[in-house]
Nanobody, 118 residues
Framework: QVQLVESGGGLVQAGGSLRLSCAVS????????MGWYRQAPGKQREPVAT???????NYADSVKGRFTISRDNAKNTVYLQMSSLKPEDTAVYYC????????????WGQGTRVTVSS
């Protein structure tokens, strides 16, 4: 079955960096749009970054210039490189995989927690 497993979360000081990974199985990874979303305490889940099969990217305004999303189709893995981290980035980060045409093929990981201390 489809499985998305996030890793790389943890505790980091403000201004530091962290790299999240999401390993995907059970889907044709190369054709799917991949994304990272986050949910802070008391907040709704929000999109952070997405990357298409053509490697086109989109970022939330709050992370532009600080975060970079990438994908390695040979490893069926998507990454989120986070730099210049702020306490406001503290959240559980979720990986998402979505087929570009069959939009009901929409899968989520369990999440990885990122805590940025000030």
């Amino acid at each position: 079955q489809v499985q998305l497993v996030e890793s790389g979360g943890g505790l980091v000081q403000a201004g530091g960096s962290l790299r999240l990974s999401c390993a995907v199985s059970g889907v044709i990874f190369s054709v799917n749009t991949m994304g990272w979303y986050r949910q802070a305490p008391g907040k709704q889940r929000e999109p952070v970054a997405t990357i298409t099969s053509d490697f086109s990217t989109n970022y939330a305004d709050s992370v532009k210039g600080r975060f970079t999303i990438s994908r390695d189709n040979a490893k069926n893995t998507v990454y989120l490189q986070m730099s210049s981290l702020k306490p406001e980035d503290t959240a559980v980060y979720y990986c998402n995989s979505r087929h570009p045409r069959f939009l009901d093929w929409d899968y989520w990981g369990q999440g990885t927690r990122v805590t940025v201390s000030s």
